[in-house]
Protein backbone atom coordinates (compact mmCIF):
# COMPACT_ATOMS: atom_id res chain seq x y z
CA UNK A 1 0.00 0.00 0.00
CA UNK A 2 1.39 3.55 -0.80
CA UNK A 3 1.82 5.64 1.54
CA UNK A 4 -0.41 8.76 2.42
CA UNK A 5 1.58 11.87 2.59
CA UNK A 6 -0.09 13.49 5.66
CA UNK A 7 1.84 16.90 5.25
CA UNK A 8 0.73 17.95 2.02
CA UNK A 9 -2.51 19.84 2.18
CA UNK A 10 -3.69 19.26 -0.90
CA UNK A 11 -4.01 15.19 -0.80
CA UNK A 12 -6.76 13.79 0.06
CA UNK A 13 -7.46 10.14 1.46
CA UNK A 14 -10.28 8.33 0.54
CA UNK A 15 -14.03 10.07 0.87
CA UNK A 16 -15.55 9.15 3.85
CA UNK A 17 -19.35 8.28 1.88
CA UNK A 18 -22.30 8.57 4.03
CA UNK A 19 -24.65 7.07 1.93
CA UNK A 20 -27.44 5.90 3.97
CA UNK A 21 -28.19 2.66 2.98
CA UNK A 22 -32.27 2.55 2.51
CA UNK A 23 -33.88 0.26 5.35
CA UNK A 24 -35.96 -2.78 3.53
CA UNK A 25 -37.76 -4.49 6.76
CA UNK A 26 -40.51 -4.25 5.47
CA UNK A 27 -39.94 -5.07 1.41
CA UNK A 28 -38.21 -7.25 2.28
CA UNK A 29 -40.86 -9.17 3.52
CA UNK A 30 -42.46 -8.42 -0.07
CA UNK A 31 -42.78 -11.16 -2.49
CA UNK A 32 -41.89 -8.77 -6.27
CA UNK A 33 -44.52 -8.63 -9.16
CA UNK A 34 -44.05 -7.00 -11.89
CA UNK A 35 -47.31 -6.32 -14.28
CA UNK A 36 -47.53 -5.68 -18.38
CA UNK A 37 -50.09 -3.01 -17.19
CA UNK A 38 -50.27 0.23 -15.88
CA UNK A 39 -52.96 -1.24 -14.00
CA UNK A 40 -53.67 -4.63 -12.37
CA UNK A 41 -56.22 -6.98 -10.47
CA UNK A 42 -56.45 -8.30 -7.26
CA UNK A 43 -58.73 -10.66 -6.02
CA UNK A 44 -59.83 -11.00 -2.43
CA UNK A 45 -61.11 -13.88 -1.26
CA UNK A 46 -61.72 -14.22 2.47
CA UNK A 47 -63.20 -17.88 3.39
CA UNK A 48 -65.78 -18.61 6.04
CA UNK A 49 -64.96 -20.54 8.77
CA UNK A 50 -67.42 -23.48 8.15
CA UNK A 51 -67.78 -27.02 10.25
CA UNK A 52 -68.55 -30.22 8.40
CA UNK A 53 -72.07 -30.51 10.34
CA UNK A 54 -73.09 -34.20 11.39
CA UNK A 55 -75.69 -36.04 9.84
CA UNK A 56 -77.98 -39.41 10.44
CA UNK A 57 -76.60 -42.41 8.87
CA UNK A 58 -79.80 -42.18 6.37
CA UNK A 59 -78.81 -38.45 5.68
CA UNK A 60 -77.46 -36.80 2.42
CA UNK A 61 -74.65 -34.30 3.68
CA UNK A 62 -75.92 -30.49 4.15
CA UNK A 63 -75.16 -27.82 1.80
CA UNK A 64 -72.05 -25.83 2.35
CA UNK A 65 -72.17 -22.32 0.53
CA UNK A 66 -69.62 -21.16 -1.43
CA UNK A 67 -67.42 -17.78 -0.83
CA UNK A 68 -67.96 -14.88 -2.87
CA UNK A 69 -64.42 -12.66 -3.80
CA UNK A 70 -63.96 -9.06 -3.78
CA UNK A 71 -61.62 -7.60 -7.03
CA UNK A 72 -59.66 -4.37 -6.23
CA UNK A 73 -58.35 -2.61 -9.11
CA UNK A 74 -54.96 -0.91 -8.43
CA UNK A 75 -53.32 1.96 -10.04
CA UNK A 76 -49.56 2.52 -9.00
CA UNK A 77 -48.74 6.18 -8.47
CA UNK A 78 -45.29 6.92 -10.74
CA UNK A 79 -42.34 7.60 -8.98
CA UNK A 80 -39.40 9.51 -11.10
CA UNK A 81 -36.27 11.06 -9.75
CA UNK A 82 -33.58 12.75 -12.19
CA UNK A 83 -30.40 14.61 -12.05
CA UNK A 84 -28.20 16.42 -14.89
CA UNK A 85 -24.90 16.90 -15.48
CA UNK A 86 -23.41 20.06 -16.70
CA UNK A 87 -19.96 21.32 -17.85
CA UNK A 88 -19.33 22.54 -14.76
CA UNK A 89 -19.94 19.22 -12.55
CA UNK A 90 -17.28 17.74 -14.83
CA UNK A 91 -14.22 20.91 -13.88
CA UNK A 92 -15.91 20.21 -9.87
CA UNK A 93 -13.51 17.41 -7.83
CA UNK A 94 -15.53 14.58 -6.83
CA UNK A 95 -15.04 13.16 -3.11
CA UNK A 96 -11.86 12.06 -2.43
CA UNK A 97 -10.20 12.99 -5.79
CA UNK A 98 -7.06 14.80 -5.37
CA UNK A 99 -6.96 18.80 -5.93
CA UNK A 100 -3.38 17.79 -7.99
CA UNK A 101 -4.09 15.38 -10.33
CA UNK A 102 -1.05 13.48 -11.67
CA UNK A 103 -2.18 10.98 -13.66
CA UNK A 104 -3.84 12.52 -17.10
CA UNK A 105 -6.82 8.99 -17.00
CA UNK A 106 -7.54 10.05 -14.23
CA UNK A 107 -7.82 14.07 -14.93
CA UNK A 108 -9.87 13.03 -17.96
CA UNK A 109 -13.62 14.18 -18.30
CA UNK A 110 -14.54 10.45 -19.76
CA UNK A 111 -13.49 9.55 -16.42
CA UNK A 112 -15.25 11.98 -14.04
CA UNK A 113 -18.53 11.58 -16.55
CA UNK A 114 -18.02 7.72 -15.66
CA UNK A 115 -17.95 8.48 -12.20
CA UNK A 116 -20.47 11.34 -11.47
CA UNK A 117 -23.04 8.59 -13.77
CA UNK A 118 -22.59 5.68 -11.17
CA UNK A 119 -23.52 7.66 -8.64
CA UNK A 120 -26.23 9.41 -9.40
CA UNK A 121 -27.56 6.23 -10.66
CA UNK A 122 -26.97 4.93 -7.36
CA UNK A 123 -28.36 7.56 -5.60
CA UNK A 124 -31.78 7.61 -7.65
CA UNK A 125 -31.76 3.80 -7.42
CA UNK A 126 -31.41 4.47 -3.21
CA UNK A 127 -34.22 7.25 -3.35
CA UNK A 128 -36.33 5.08 -4.83
CA UNK A 129 -35.94 1.96 -2.26
CA UNK A 130 -36.10 4.56 0.23
CA UNK A 131 -39.76 5.58 -1.42
CA UNK A 132 -40.87 2.11 -1.39
CA UNK A 133 -39.78 1.53 2.23
CA UNK A 134 -41.81 4.77 3.58
CA UNK A 135 -44.65 3.74 0.98
CA UNK A 136 -45.59 0.50 3.24
CA UNK A 137 -45.02 2.05 6.50
CA UNK A 138 -47.68 5.30 5.51
CA UNK A 139 -49.95 2.29 4.29
CA UNK A 140 -49.33 0.38 7.62
CA UNK A 141 -50.09 3.15 9.61
CA UNK A 142 -52.61 5.31 7.72
CA UNK A 143 -54.37 1.96 5.36
CA UNK A 144 -53.83 4.11 2.47
CA UNK A 145 -51.13 6.22 0.37
CA UNK A 146 -51.20 10.18 -0.47
CA UNK A 147 -48.91 11.02 -3.31
CA UNK A 148 -50.10 14.42 -3.18
CA UNK A 149 -50.23 14.38 -7.18
CA UNK A 150 -53.44 12.49 -7.50
CA UNK A 151 -56.33 10.87 -5.49
CA UNK A 152 -55.01 8.93 -2.20
CA UNK A 153 -54.74 4.70 -2.55
CA UNK A 154 -56.57 2.69 -0.43
CA UNK A 155 -55.25 -0.28 0.93
CA UNK A 156 -57.53 -3.42 1.75
CA UNK A 157 -56.39 -3.41 5.93
CA UNK A 158 -60.06 -3.16 7.95
CA UNK A 159 -60.24 -0.13 9.08
CA UNK A 160 -61.06 -1.12 12.79
CA UNK A 161 -57.74 -2.29 12.30
CA UNK A 162 -56.26 1.49 12.58
CA UNK A 163 -56.98 3.03 15.24
CA UNK A 164 -55.56 5.60 18.42
CA UNK A 165 -55.88 3.32 21.36
CA UNK A 166 -58.11 4.32 24.10
CA UNK A 167 -57.13 6.86 27.18
CA UNK A 168 -56.87 3.90 29.30
CA UNK A 169 -55.11 1.73 27.11
CA UNK A 170 -52.46 3.95 25.68
CA UNK A 171 -49.15 2.77 26.78
CA UNK A 172 -48.20 6.33 29.46
CA UNK A 173 -51.24 5.52 31.10
CA UNK A 174 -51.00 5.02 34.85
CA UNK A 175 -53.01 1.83 34.84
CA UNK A 176 -52.31 0.28 31.39
CA UNK A 177 -51.38 -2.89 30.57
CA UNK A 178 -49.81 -3.04 26.64
CA UNK A 179 -49.01 -6.93 27.05
CA UNK A 180 -52.46 -7.82 28.03
CA UNK A 181 -53.76 -4.98 25.10
CA UNK A 182 -51.38 -6.84 22.38
CA UNK A 183 -53.16 -9.60 23.30
CA UNK A 184 -56.34 -8.83 22.74
CA UNK A 185 -55.61 -7.41 19.51
CA UNK A 186 -54.15 -11.16 18.61
CA UNK A 187 -56.77 -12.64 19.63
CA UNK A 188 -59.72 -10.94 18.56
CA UNK A 189 -58.70 -8.86 15.57
CA UNK A 190 -55.38 -10.50 13.96
CA UNK A 191 -56.48 -14.28 14.85
CA UNK A 192 -60.58 -13.50 13.58
CA UNK A 193 -59.92 -11.23 10.25
CA UNK A 194 -56.17 -12.01 9.61
CA UNK A 195 -55.92 -16.01 9.98
CA UNK A 196 -53.05 -16.15 12.47
CA UNK A 197 -52.07 -14.79 15.85
CA UNK A 198 -49.77 -11.92 16.12
CA UNK A 199 -46.05 -12.77 15.03
CA UNK A 200 -44.42 -9.26 14.93
CA UNK A 201 -44.54 -5.90 16.54
CA UNK A 202 -42.95 -2.84 15.20
CA UNK A 203 -42.58 0.07 17.55
CA UNK A 204 -41.90 3.85 16.84
CA UNK A 205 -39.29 5.24 19.07
CA UNK A 206 -41.70 6.73 21.71
CA UNK A 207 -43.76 3.79 22.14
CA UNK A 208 -41.46 1.58 22.73
CA UNK A 209 -39.88 3.76 25.52
CA UNK A 210 -43.48 4.15 26.91
CA UNK A 211 -43.97 0.30 26.63
CA UNK A 212 -40.26 -0.83 28.49
CA UNK A 213 -41.17 1.81 31.49
CA UNK A 214 -45.08 0.69 31.61
CA UNK A 215 -45.56 -1.02 35.20
CA UNK A 216 -47.11 -3.78 34.43
CA UNK A 217 -44.57 -4.75 31.57
CA UNK A 218 -41.90 -4.33 34.33
CA UNK A 219 -43.38 -6.56 36.24
CA UNK A 220 -44.25 -8.85 33.72
CA UNK A 221 -40.28 -9.42 32.85
CA UNK A 222 -39.73 -9.65 36.53
CA UNK A 223 -41.53 -12.68 36.84
CA UNK A 224 -39.23 -15.12 36.88
CA UNK A 225 -41.60 -18.41 37.87
CA UNK A 226 -41.85 -18.86 34.00
CA UNK A 227 -39.85 -17.65 31.01
CA UNK A 228 -42.74 -16.28 29.54
CA UNK A 229 -40.48 -13.40 27.62
CA UNK A 230 -37.05 -11.67 27.62
CA UNK A 231 -35.70 -8.77 26.50
CA UNK A 232 -32.10 -8.97 25.12
CA UNK A 233 -31.65 -6.04 22.29
CA UNK A 234 -29.18 -7.07 19.40
CA UNK A 235 -28.98 -4.90 16.19
CA UNK A 236 -30.26 -6.72 13.63
CA UNK A 237 -28.13 -8.24 11.25
CA UNK A 238 -29.50 -7.65 8.35
CA UNK A 239 -31.36 -4.16 8.70
CA UNK A 240 -29.22 -1.99 10.68
CA UNK A 241 -32.00 0.92 11.14
CA UNK A 242 -33.83 -1.94 13.22
CA UNK A 243 -33.37 -3.31 16.49
CA UNK A 244 -35.03 -7.01 17.61
CA UNK A 245 -35.53 -5.74 20.98
CA UNK A 246 -36.76 -9.72 22.59
CA UNK A 247 -39.72 -11.94 22.16
CA UNK A 248 -42.98 -11.92 24.34
CA UNK A 249 -45.66 -14.47 24.28
CA UNK A 250 -44.24 -15.31 20.97
CA UNK A 251 -44.33 -11.70 19.77
CA UNK A 252 -40.52 -10.68 18.19
CA UNK A 253 -40.12 -7.02 19.40
CA UNK A 254 -38.52 -4.99 16.74
CA UNK A 255 -37.70 -0.91 17.10
CA UNK A 256 -37.36 1.17 13.86
CA UNK A 257 -35.20 3.89 14.06
CA UNK A 258 -34.61 4.69 10.48
CA UNK A 259 -35.21 8.73 8.50
CA UNK A 260 -35.56 10.23 5.41
CA UNK A 261 -35.65 14.00 4.60
CA UNK A 262 -38.44 15.68 4.08
CA UNK A 263 -37.84 17.99 1.16
CA UNK A 264 -41.09 20.28 1.87
CA UNK A 265 -40.04 21.00 5.66
CA UNK A 266 -36.11 20.86 5.08
CA UNK A 267 -35.50 18.40 7.64
CA UNK A 268 -34.93 15.06 8.42
CA UNK A 269 -37.97 12.94 10.20
CA UNK A 270 -38.76 9.52 11.37
CA UNK A 271 -40.31 6.31 8.73
CA UNK A 272 -41.93 5.10 11.77
CA UNK A 273 -44.01 7.56 13.56
CA UNK A 274 -42.90 7.56 16.91
CA UNK A 275 -45.98 7.18 18.80
CA UNK A 276 -47.36 3.87 17.17
CA UNK A 277 -47.00 0.18 17.20
CA UNK A 278 -47.48 -2.12 14.14
CA UNK A 279 -48.39 -5.59 14.79
CA UNK A 280 -48.19 -8.45 12.24
CA UNK A 281 -50.02 -11.92 11.99
CA UNK A 282 -47.90 -15.16 10.58
CA UNK A 283 -49.22 -14.99 7.02
CA UNK A 284 -49.89 -11.22 6.37
CA UNK A 285 -48.85 -11.97 2.51
CA UNK A 286 -47.38 -8.50 1.86
CA UNK A 287 -47.02 -7.20 -2.28
CA UNK A 288 -44.87 -5.09 -3.98
CA UNK A 289 -46.71 -4.59 -7.80
CA UNK A 290 -44.79 -2.40 -10.10
CA UNK A 291 -47.21 -0.68 -12.80
CA UNK A 292 -45.68 -1.02 -16.41
CA UNK A 293 -43.25 1.80 -17.71
CA UNK A 294 -44.74 3.46 -21.04
CA UNK A 295 -41.45 4.96 -23.22
CA UNK A 296 -42.84 6.85 -25.92
CA UNK A 297 -39.32 7.25 -27.69
CA UNK A 298 -39.43 3.58 -28.45
CA UNK A 299 -42.81 2.94 -28.12
CA UNK A 300 -42.71 0.09 -26.01
CA UNK A 301 -44.27 -1.14 -22.91
CA UNK A 302 -41.58 -2.19 -19.73
CA UNK A 303 -42.66 -4.73 -17.57
CA UNK A 304 -39.80 -3.79 -14.92
CA UNK A 305 -39.40 -2.46 -11.68
CA UNK A 306 -37.28 0.08 -12.69
CA UNK A 307 -36.45 2.35 -15.84
CA UNK A 308 -33.82 4.04 -16.83
CA UNK A 309 -33.85 7.34 -18.88
CA UNK A 310 -31.04 9.37 -20.52
CA UNK A 311 -31.49 12.56 -23.04
CA UNK A 312 -29.33 15.69 -23.69
CA UNK A 313 -31.30 19.23 -23.40
CA UNK A 314 -30.12 21.97 -25.87
CA UNK A 315 -26.84 20.00 -26.68
CA UNK A 316 -25.12 21.10 -23.38
CA UNK A 317 -27.27 19.43 -20.45
CA UNK A 318 -27.03 15.51 -20.14
CA UNK A 319 -30.23 14.51 -17.80
CA UNK A 320 -30.58 10.39 -16.17
CA UNK A 321 -33.73 9.76 -14.90
CA UNK A 322 -35.25 6.41 -12.87
CA UNK A 323 -39.17 6.16 -13.51
CA UNK A 324 -40.91 3.23 -11.01
CA UNK A 325 -44.53 2.37 -10.60
CA UNK A 326 -44.34 0.95 -7.08
CA UNK A 327 -47.19 0.10 -5.00
CA UNK A 328 -47.52 -2.08 -2.25
CA UNK A 329 -50.70 -4.45 -1.71
CA UNK A 330 -50.79 -6.12 1.95
CA UNK A 331 -53.66 -8.52 0.17
CA UNK A 332 -54.08 -9.73 4.20
CA UNK A 333 -55.00 -7.11 5.39
CA UNK A 334 -56.69 -8.61 8.25
CA UNK A 335 -53.10 -10.17 9.53
CA UNK A 336 -52.58 -6.14 10.68
CA UNK A 337 -53.23 -4.05 13.50
CA UNK A 338 -51.86 -0.43 13.59
CA UNK A 339 -52.55 1.81 16.73
CA UNK A 340 -51.54 5.07 17.83
CA UNK A 341 -50.26 3.99 21.68
CA UNK A 342 -49.52 7.53 22.69
Known sequence: ?????????????????????????????????????????IDIEKKTRYLAPYIRDEE???????????TITFTPPKVGAS????????????????????SA?????????????????????????RREEQQIIEILSTGKVATGVGADINAPIPAE??????????????????????RDQSRKKVALSGG???????????????????????????NRRIDLGAIA????????????QGRIEGVDLYTYDEYFFNDKEKKNQAMMPVDRVILLGGDPRFEMHYGAVFDGANGTINKTQTYAWEWIEKGKIRWRELESHPLFVPVNGGSVVSAKVL
Not at 233 to 243: A, K, L, N, Y
Open 1 to 41: MANLNTSNPVELSRALVLAYRPQAFFRRMCSTITHRTKSFL
Open 60 to 70: DGKVIARDGYD
Open 83 to 102: RNITDKDLETRLPGQSIVEI
Open 105 to 129: ESASSESVMSGLVIEDMLDLQRSIE
Open 161 to 182: NIFTAAAADKFDAANSDPIKWM
Open 196 to 222: TAVRRAVFGGDAWDAFISNAKVQNYLD
Open 233 to 244: PREDQDFPGVTF
